[in-house]
């Protein structure tokens, strides 16, 4: 980690982005093997965690039983030192690649290249995330000559799809803390609100909240007043379905949990806490299409129940699963287990169980990010490797063979 004496390192920083596998048993861009990029299958789980299902191939109890993961298609996305982060659009037409400095659209039907769309001071990227027809990216400021020392300044870029024409272009100033930048990033699901995830210098954490078609910041949502360390961050934000919620994950250091907001009003209206958070907190977080449930990764996976607001299921150990993406239909949720390295692993589970519905291995570069199709037949993981081309790996979502 950079010190705030002078300019960080872009390499280093890389290394620091969001979903980056900070302090997860070593995995990191480092970590990952410079191998040809290849997939194959095993129906065997190396997840002994809590909150597994069976062993012996039987469906889980809830649900859908019975999926399983064939490849079918790999994408070269582009060269790049950082982890690519994906995402599809609301109508499944467009898959969005973040690189280090810009995000790629193709074409999700032919896998072909379609444009480019870059802010104008990106360091690097660090999140994206579609609402209806529009896209927003969270990325890191370069520090500038007149201020050095800033090295978290913040920004996210929205752009019409459509039009390609970026429709807004906001600012989170620098916290005086290193590297964080805007960690993670949310759209309403009205696309009226775009909300990030940062560090604070007063607190645990801040969640920026701003008005898309003026521009105008709305609040900050500071979590843990007088409570955080250099470590510390919120690092993970949610719209609830309806838009009346919004959720931030954050930690640093085993204190970490789930702060809920009232978007009628920004106050707080729950914390779910979690005993020991990991070394980097709540850095996923989605809410089922109804709203009911809320699943969150930190090294491990939580499932919660919003109205009760209690934790009904937890999986796995410290510093294992780093990645998630829930079914569009809310029944299931894709986890990837190990990172950018050759043991990693790629498993669907049940909700709200967590029991392993089918597990395979992810290739020998891992999978550093997951999303699912809209449709829920296809998911999608991102690879990269040292001196080579980042890789998309496409998935087809079926029910077994009987």
Same mark, same amino acid.
């Given at each position: 980690?950079?010190?705030?004496?002078?300019?960080?390192?872009?390499?280093?920083?890389?290394?620091?982005?969001?979903?980056?596998?900070?302090?997860?048993?070593?995995?990191?861009?480092?970590?990952?093997?410079?191998?040809?990029?290849?997939?194959?299958?095993?129906?065997?789980?190396?997840?002994?965690?809590?909150?597994?299902?069976?062993?012996?191939?039987?469906?889980?109890?809830?649900?859908?039983?019975?999926?399983?993961?064939?490849?079918?298609?790999?994408?070269?996305?582009?060269?790049?030192?950082?982890?690519?982060?994906?995402?599809?659009?609301?109508?499944?037409?467009?898959?969005?690649?973040?690189?280090?400095?810009?995000?790629?659209?193709?074409?999700?039907?032919?896998?072909?290249?379609?444009?480019?769309?870059?802010?104008?001071?990106?360091?690097?990227?660090?999140?994206?995330?579609?609402?209806?027809?529009?896209?927003?990216?969270?990325?890191?400021?370069?520090?500038?000559?007149?201020?050095?020392?800033?090295?978290?300044?913040?920004?996210?870029?929205?752009?019409?799809?459509?039009?390609?024409?970026?429709?807004?272009?906001?600012?989170?100033?620098?916290?005086?803390?290193?590297?964080?930048?805007?960690?993670?990033?949310?759209?309403?699901?009205?696309?009226?609100?775009?909300?990030?995830?940062?560090?604070?210098?007063?607190?645990?954490?801040?969640?920026?909240?701003?008005?898309?078609?003026?521009?105008? /910041?709305?609040?900050?949502?500071?979590?843990?007043?007088?409570?955080?360390?250099?470590?510390?961050?919120?690092?993970?934000?949610?719209?609830?379905?309806?838009?009346?919620?919004?959720?931030?994950?954050?930690?640093?250091?085993?204190?970490?949990?789930?702060?809920?907001?009232?978007?009628?009003?920004?106050?707080?209206?729950?914390?779910?806490?979690?005993?020991?958070?990991?070394?980097?907190?709540?850095?996923?977080?989605?809410?089922?299409?109804?709203?009911?449930?809320?699943?969150?990764?930190?090294?491990?996976?939580?499932?919660?129940?919003?109205?009760?607001?209690?934790?009904?299921?937890?999986?796995?150990?410290?510093?294992? /699963?780093?990645?998630?993406?829930?079914?569009?239909?809310?029944?299931?949720?894709?986890?990837?287990?190990?990172?950018?390295?050759?043991?990693?692993?790629?498993?669907?589970?049940?909700?709200?169980?967590?029991?392993?519905?089918?597990?395979?291995?992810?290739?020998?570069?891992?999978?550093?990010?997951?999303?699912?199709?809209?449709?829920? /037949?296809?998911?999608?993981?991102?690879?990269?490797?040292?001196?080579?081309?980042?890789?998309?790996?496409?998935?087809?979502?079926?029910?077994?063979?009987?």
């Amino acid at each position: 980690m950079s010190d705030h004496s002078g300019a960080a390192d872009p390499r280093q920083a890389g290394r620091m982005r969001r979903r980056a596998f900070l302090a997860a048993g070593g995995l990191g861009a480092a970590a990952a093997v410079a191998v040809p990029v290849g997939i194959w299958l095993s129906s065997g789980s190396t997840d002994e965690g809590a909150g597994s299902g069976p062993k012996d191939g039987k469906p889980a109890s809830d649900g859908p039983a019975g999926l399983e993961l064939a490849p079918t298609a790999t994408i070269e996305v582009g060269a790049t030192d950082l982890f690519p982060r994906i995402t599809y659009s609301p109508d499944g037409k467009i898959l969005a690649v973040a690189l280090k400095t810009s995000v790629t659209l193709w074409d999700a039907a032919s896998r072909a290249e379609i444009t480019t769309l870059a802010p104008k001071d990106a360091m690097f990227t660090q999140d994206l995330v579609f609402a209806g027809g529009l896209l927003a990216l969270g990325y890191l400021k370069p520090p500038t000559l007149e201020n050095r020392v800033a090295s978290d300044v913040g920004g996210i870029a929205v752009w019409d799809v459509a039009t390609r024409k970026e429709v807004a272009a906001v600012t989170s100033p620098s916290e005086g803390l290193p590297l964080e930048g805007m960690s993670a990033v949310a759209l309403s699901p009205d696309g009226r609100l775009v909300a990030g995830a940062r560090n604070a210098g007063d607190g645990i954490g801040k969640v920026p909240v701003w008005d898309v078609r003026s521009g105008a /910041h709305v609040k900050d949502l500071l979590v843990g007043a007088g409570e955080g360390t250099r470590l510390s961050s919120v690092r993970s934000v949610a719209f609830s379905p309806d838009g009346k919620m919004l959720a931030a994950g954050y930690g640093g250091g085993p204190k970490g949990g789930v702060i809920l907001f009232d978007t009628s009003t920004w106050s707080q209206i729950a914390t779910l806490p979690l005993d020991n958070a990991g070394a980097l907190g709540v850095i996923d977080l989605a809410f089922t299409p109804d709203g009911k449930t809320l699943v969150g990764a930190f090294g491990r996976i939580a499932v919660w129940d919003v109205a009760s607001r209690k934790l009904t299921a937890t999986l796995g150990t410290e510093d294992e /699963h780093y990645q998630m993406a829930m079914s569009p239909d809310g029944s299931f949720i894709a986890t990837s287990r190990g990172g950018p390295t050759p043991n990693g692993v790629i498993t669907l589970r049940a909700l709200p169980s967590l029991k392993e519905i089918t597990s395979v291995p992810a290739g020998p570069n891992g999978a550093t990010h997951i999303t699912f199709h809209p449709d829920g /037949h296809t998911l999608a993981t991102s690879a990269s490797a040292p001196e080579a081309y980042s890789t998309v790996q496409l998935w087809n979502v079926k029910r077994r063979a009987t």
